[in-house]
Every structure is written in C-alpha cells, then in structure tokens.
C-alpha cells in the first residue's frame, strides 16, 4: 500500500481526472501472449491489516495498536485493526480465498509482537509460533507457496521505546527476530523478504511524521532510519546466506516502494533520472548496484546542502567498507511495489522546507490517487533491469483502491488486466520477472485510510457475524488469467 504518499497528496493537490479514472487503463500486447512456465501469480497481505486478535494468545502491543488506540482521530473512518478480518481466526476463510483463485503464491507478514511480546527472542510466545506453523503448513497442503514479510510497517512498541530505527540496536533486534523465523519456518518457507516499502515506512514514520512512530524529523530521522534498516536488512541476509541457506535452500529479498515518472519535454530526462534515482535508486542502489552505497547524486547533493545549511556533517549518513559490503548484493531478487506514475512538473520555486527529502530532491510531480498507468510498471522493470543488470524481480504489491464497496469493480478489472500485460511485456523483452502479487486478496483495514479504501479482490461483510468474505468480479477475472496463463488482454469477464 502506497498509503501515506496519497494521503500526504490530498492535501496538495485535488488533480481531477479530466479525461475520466480510468485514462490510459491499457496497454498493447507485446510478444508472446503466454506467461512464462515459472512465473508465479499471487495476492499479498500483512498481518496487521487481516489478523485482529490483536491481545489475544499472549501477543504484544504493537506500534500501530498503540496509535490506533490513542489516536483513533488521526485513521480516516475512526477504526483500528483490532479485529481487522479476523485471520487471526479465520485463516481458513482466506485459504478458500486462495484455493479458490488458485494463487501460486501468498504473500503475508509475521507479526513481530505476536511472537515475542516485547519485541526481545528471549522472549517467545508459543501460541504465535502456532499460528503461523498453521498458515503455513495450511497453504502448502493446498499447493500455495508462502512468501514471507518479517517486516510489514508494523513492530513491537517496547522496541520503538527504545528508539526504533533511529537507534542502531534495531540492527541486533530484527536480526535476532529474522534469525528465529529462519529457524522456525525456514524449513517450509522459502521466500523471504525482509522490508516492506522501507521509504514509505521511513518517510512517513519518521521524516514527516504521519504515522508511528510520529517523529517529524524530515531529511534527518527519515534518512537515519532508512540507514539502519538498510543494515538490518543487509546483515539479516548474511546470517540466512551463512547458517541456513545450505539446508534451507530459500531466496532473501526485500520489497522497495516504486514509482515512474512521466514527461512530455525531452529536457525533462535528467529530471527524470534524478527522480528515479531519489525514489528508486535510493533503496536500490545499495543493494543491487556494482559498486553498492547510495546513488552518488543523492551521496553529493545531499552533501552540498547540509554544508550549505552549515553542518559539518551531510544528513545522509555513510556506509563504512564494511557495511557498504555487507549490504551490497544482500538481496536473491528484487521486490517491488508499484502502484502508479507521476508527472514531473516544473517547479515554480524551492521544493519543500529545507531540510527535507522533498527539498533534496527538488523536483516537483503530480501523482493522480486513480491513476491508472501499467506503463510506468513496464517502465520500472525496464529501468530496474538497465540499472542494476537485470537482477530476478518480482512485483510484490500493485493494485487499484475504490473508496467505497463495489462488487462490479470493472475499473480493478481494468487495473489489474493492464498492468499484469505490462508485467508479460516486461518479461517478453528480456526482463528478468517472475511473479505478480496483487494487493491485496481481501479488503483489510488500510492503514489511515481504516476500512474506507478497498484494495480487496474479495469483499468482506463487516455486519456479518462470520465476516464473510465474497469475490469481486476481479476475483473472477484474476482466476481466468491463473488457470489459462494466457494474456489477460484476452481474457473477458
Ligand atoms: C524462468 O524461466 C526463464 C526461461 O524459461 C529463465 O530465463 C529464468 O531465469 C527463470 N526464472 C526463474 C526465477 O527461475
Ligand atoms: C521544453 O523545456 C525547455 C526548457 O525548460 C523549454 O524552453 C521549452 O519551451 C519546452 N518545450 C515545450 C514544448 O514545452
Ligand atoms: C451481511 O451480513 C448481514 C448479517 O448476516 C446480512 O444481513 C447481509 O445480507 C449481508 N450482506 C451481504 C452483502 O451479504
């Protein structure tokens, strides 16, 4: 969910779609119309949007309870996600969900504080152990590959009393939790990702403060926190690669928010590549570059601005050669969350306060929330494949939000028709692509947004007793391009 950047938008801009929602909701076949034999479909969740159960069994408080609990003004309809959709005891009403589509794989999250209350491994609660023994065993029983999140925006509160990710002991904790998972489950799950969107998380959380742990501290915390979970991320992979891959045989990835940029103007192309390499590059370029570290735009500029802000120090922290190296390469293949395009504008002035990730960046755009561009998708690809050469990528989350319930959802039809051919194109011309995970299977409690924005290919009846769930027409349609492989532009609900 690339929630909060909308929220933080609707502010600005109220962009109306002049030529209609659905603009540009299409994209030629390009190629082959068969997806390739081990390119894998599947739908995505996380544990603090679905589960609930939010006290129960044992489970610690988490960062968003705590929020939700004490800001209920600050979530759009008021709600939380102590109940959510109930997997927590329903799980098996999601895996009819999933059978039903024939999903290859499920991506889902662990929540941290189900399993060690505190957030300490010293300190492990069984009934979570339990539960997750359950989904697991649950989907591979049924043929459904489990894709694993240990981090889903959410962790315990007793770790984020302690600083979070500005403090770098976060490295040790999420290590220490990444490492029991490996252990507990590595023996079924072989997909693991280690972050979700880490720029959204540190952005929001800690640059502009919209959500927990609410730190406005833009240009330094946001920067801070991304700096440590880089290393978080990096070492957990290093502890997978030297003590469980031998037995284990999984992949380590991460799941990096992405965005596209449009442009009309030809001169707009260094802008672009400075805006992809801010947005893009910025979780990227540590990983899958040669030559590792952050993108050496981002690595000067910030550096020219903090000394002209009079610090000795730039704001963009620096890799050491060792964690430079432990981070560079750390990741099997490339998640990535896309879920639409802005259009570079020129700017009329500074862009942003200073300091700022806006301000460093300094480029304007305007993201429309219904925009509707699969090209910008077959252009990521594109981008990530020329960039950091051609590393395995999978898209992790892509899907259309309604703001109210519809059950004739013919624009997600339209939404994810696209941009599944994009993902066929991509891969038609040489990008290294191999899975699709629409977000999200079920309505769930979005973040801000609460139950008001329906990302769910499924429908849950929130005054039924049992939640019942129920398809949406794109359920069907996803279930069509499953069973056929063929190319959804010629698949008709
Ligand atoms: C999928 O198959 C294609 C060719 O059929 C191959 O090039 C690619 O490496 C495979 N990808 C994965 C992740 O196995
Ligand atoms: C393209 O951008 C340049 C430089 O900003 C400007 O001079 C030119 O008028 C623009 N062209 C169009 C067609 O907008
Ligand atoms: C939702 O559940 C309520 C209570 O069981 C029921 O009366 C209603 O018909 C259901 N709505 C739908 C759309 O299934």
Same mark, same amino acid.
């Given at each position: 969910?690339?929630f ?10 109220s962009?109306p ?15 082959? !119309?068969?997806f390739?034999?081990?390119?894998? =479909?599947?739908?995505?969740?996380s544990a603090?949007?679905?589960?609930g159960?939010?006290?129960e ?9 705590d929020?939700t609990h ?9 709600s939380?996600g102590d109940?959510?959709?109930? &997997? ?7 895996l ?10 499920y ?13 300490d491994? &010293?300190?492990?609660?069984q ?6 023994n359950g989904?697991?065993?649950?989907l591979?029983a049924n ?9 889903h925006?959410?962790m ?29 489950? /590595? ?9 979700n969107?880490?720029w959204?998380f540190?952005?929001f ?14 240009g !330094?915390g946001?920067y ?5 979970l ?12 030297e003590k469980?891959? $031998?037995? $284990?045989?999984?992949k ?5 928010d992405?965005? =596209?940029?449009?442009?009309?103007n ?11 390499? =801010?947005n ?12 590792g570290?952050y993108?050496?735009?981002?690595v000067?500029d910030?550096?020219?601005n ?12 620096? =890799? ?12 099997d293949?490339?998640?990535l969350?896309?879920?639409r ?10 862009v942003?306060?200073?300091p ?11 993201t429309?929330?219904h925009?509707?561009?699969? %090209? ?10 020329k %960039?950091?050469n ?7 989350e +892509?899907?259309?939000?309604?703001d %109210? !319930?519809?059950?004739?959802?013919d624009?997600r ?21 191999? /899975?699709?995970t629409h977000?999200s299977?079920v ?11 329906k990302?769910g !290919?499924?429908?849950v ?18 279930k069509?391009?499953?069973s056929?492989?063929v190319?959804p +532009?010629?698949?008709i609900?």
């Amino acid at each position: 969910m690339k929630f909060l950047g909308l929220l933080f938008l609707i502010g600005i801009l109220s962009f109306p779609s002049i030529l209609g929602k659905q603009e540009g909701c299409y994209i030629a076949a390009k190629g082959s !119309l068969h997806f390739p034999a081990n390119f894998s =479909f599947g739908v995505a969740t996380s544990a603090h949007q679905v589960e609930g159960g939010w006290n129960e069994d044992g489970k610690g408080v988490s960062i968003w309870d705590d929020f939700t609990h004490n800001n209920p003004g600050l979530i759009m309809d008021g709600s939380n996600g102590d109940i959510a959709d109930d &997997s927590y005891h329903r799980f098996d009403d999601d895996l009819k969900m999933l059978t039903d589509l024939k999903a290859g794989h499920y991506r889902f999250s662990i929540s941290w504080s189900r399993i060690f209350p505190n957030g300490d491994v &010293s300190f492990k609660n069984q009934a979570g152990v339990d539960y997750y023994n359950g989904v697991i065993d649950k989907l591979l029983a049924n043929g459904i590959t489990p894709m694993v999140t240990i981090h889903h925006t959410n962790m315990p509160l007793e770790i984020q009393k302690r600083g979070g990710f500005t403090s770098s002991m976060i490295i040790e904790y999420f290590v220490d939790f990444a490492t029991e998972l490996f252990e507990m489950f /590595g023996d079924r799950v072989k997909n693991w990702i280690t972050f979700n969107e880490p720029w959204n998380f540190c952005n929001f959380g800690y640059g502009v403060g919209l959500i927990p742990p609410l730190f406005s501290d833009p240009g !330094l915390g946001d920067y801070l926190c991304i700096h440590n979970l880089l290393k978080a991320h990096g070492a957990a992979y290093r502890v997978y690669k030297e003590k469980f891959f $031998q037995k $284990q045989g999984g992949k380590v990835g991460i799941a990096l928010d992405t965005n =596209f940029f449009s442009f009309t103007n030809s001169s707009d192309e260094a802008t672009f590549e400075r805006a992809m390499q =801010f947005n893009v590059g910025y979780l990227a370029h540590p990983i899958f570059s040669k030559d590792g570290g952050y993108p050496p735009v981002m690595v000067h500029d910030i550096a020219r601005n903090s000394l002209e802000e009079g610090r000795f120090r730039s704001r963009l922290p620096t =890799f050491d050669r060792e964690w430079r190296d432990i981070i560079k390469g750390s990741a099997d293949f490339l998640g990535l969350n896309y879920y639409r395009s802005s259009s570079l504008i020129q700017s009329s002035g500074p862009v942003g306060t200073s300091p700022s990730f806006e301000r460093d960046l300094s480029v304007e755009s305007l993201t429309d929330l219904h925009a509707c561009n699969p %090209e910008g998708l077959e252009g990521v690809l594109h981008w990530l494949r020329k %960039e950091y050469n051609n590393p395995p990528m999978i898209v992790t989350e +892509n899907g259309w939000r309604d703001d %109210e !319930l519809k059950i004739e959802d013919d624009e997600r039809v339209a939404f994810l028709k696209s941009h599944l051919q994009a993902v066929l194109n991509a891969a038609n011309e040489g990008c290294n692509v191999y /899975g699709y995970t629409h977000w999200s299977l079920v309505d769930n409690f979005e973040w801000v947004f609460g139950f008001s924005t329906k990302f769910g !290919l499924y429908a849950v009846n929130r005054t039924s007793p049992v939640l019942e769930r129920y398809p949406k027409k794109s359920a069907h349609f996803y279930k069509k391009v499953i069973s056929s492989r063929v190319s959804p +532009n010629k698949i008709i609900v």
